[in-house]
């Protein structure tokens, strides 16, 4: 069984920086794919960037690009979410998720983080 835990959310200011972890158990070698996605207060869930744990290679990120950074520690079997630069729109709930592929449409997901950033 999949289980994913994330850590690291608080309270931050404007500007701030915060890291997100993910500590992954269970995953078999068809879970390639670590995903991190947030949802805001009244907004639906929404994909923030994917990595492949096979290479490393990163998916999406657009909307947070040159601020956050995913990574990840194939040893600790944890993915981490670098946060910089953060604003008061980034609030919300971040759920890291495991699936095959960053484009995959279904996905196991950790409990969540709450990432709150005042103005």
């Known amino acids: 069984e999949v289980q994913l835990v994330e850590s690291g959310g608080g309270l931050v200011q404007a500007g701030g920086s915060l890291r997100l972890s993910c500590a992954a158990s269970g995953l078999t070698p068809d879970d390639d794919a670590i995903g991190w996605f947030r949802q805001a207060p009244g907004k639906e869930r929404e994909g923030v960037v994917c990595i492949s744990l096979r290479d490393g290679r990163t998916y999406g990120g657009d909307a947070v690009t040159g601020r956050f950074t995913i990574s990840s520690d194939n040893a600790k079997n944890t993915v981490y979410l670098q946060m910089n630069s953060l604003k008061p729109e980034d609030t919300a709930v971040y759920y890291c998720?495991?699936?095959?592929?960053?484009?995959?449409?279904?996905?196991?997901w950790g409990q969540g983080t709450q990432v709150t950033v005042s103005s």
């Open positions: 998720a495991s699936g095959t592929h960053c484009s995959a449409y279904v996905w196991n």
